[in-house]
């Protein structure tokens, strides 16, 4: 008679590796998320947020995600794909959204859905730059299997940071509410540039629905007074956690406005760091890069729109973002001659010329 080996052990064994592996990364989870800290950048396309985003990436205690709203934003599929979860119908944005910045800064990424862990934006990010090569092959069309093959790229990384910073253009400001509450330790960046400058730019390199001013610029300024709005909503309900920042005054002066946000988020500036924002802001660096970081002259860099754009066009956007200026600082044009001297400010020299922490006394 012929005996077998019974395959229950070899079962049970491969039960109990994985039991310890779960149990130990959610233990693992739990204890590094109370050491950690969140910083979300809320900001808009074409606002400097590339820029922002790279002087926290410089920092070795920060993991950094560029724009991780991408995969839910593009995804036209109505149903939700998880790695853990069931597939389910999608919720409503702010919901959606919530729950997957609240998942990326808390380094729970097996909460994820599948959109999440194979868009694009993984790869412009040093931190994610790793797992999105080794899962690019086939990121596409990626398997449970692929991605769990690759995922201790991505959250390794993860958890062994002190604060967890993403860059977001796709988060509306309502969904900060959810994000606040859910952790003591996550804070928030609001920044901003001036409407004419960014409208400018999404117009012309970004992906702007149309080509007519009006309506486009209606809409945005429409959407950032909103979230304007909400957010001093918020700066009451939590108070200390919110930085209004500015890209003008980042390109003027970058190393004291990155010491201030260091602070804000509880990070150290060190000489490597001060080097590095010297670096890509004052000339050492040279290139004619539209879309790059580095720039030779970081000032020039935020004022040389003044040059480019139509007078008419300008005055059209003060038109239609009056509430927006009012509440920020910025000053509608009187002149062109006003507009084209860069050796004017266009935003009135009172405290909103200076990242604030706003918080209630």
Known sequence: MLHYRRPLPLVVGLFLVGLLWLCGNKVYSILNHQAASGVVILTYMRSGSTFAGSLFETSPDVFYEFESL??????????MNFLEKPTRLKRNYISEVSNIISSKLECRLTDLDIASLTQYHLKRSRDTKPY??????HRTNATKVEIYRCLHLFQKPCSASKVRVVKEIRLPMEAMDTILRASQSVKMIHLLRD???AIRSQMMYGNSPTTIVYPYAKKTCKDVLKDIKIREQLEKK???RIMVAFYEDLAKEPLRVTKEMYAFAGLRFTAEVEKYVKSITSGEINTSCLL??????????SQKWRKGINYYTAILIDSLCGEV????GYLPLKTEKQ?????QS???ATNHSRISVLSKQ
């Open 70 to 79: 991408k995969g839910i934003y593009d995804s036209e599929n109505q149903e």
């Open 346 to 348: 266009l935003r009135k």
């Open 238 to 240: 939590y108070p200390g």
């Open 292 to 301: 790059c970081i580095y720039k030779s002259d970081s000032v020039y860099e």
């Open 339 to 343: 507009l084209r001297d860069t050796n």
């Open 195 to 197: 409407p004419r400058a």
């Open 325 to 328: 200026y009012e509440k920020l």
């Open 132 to 137: 999105f090569d080794c899962i690019k092959p």
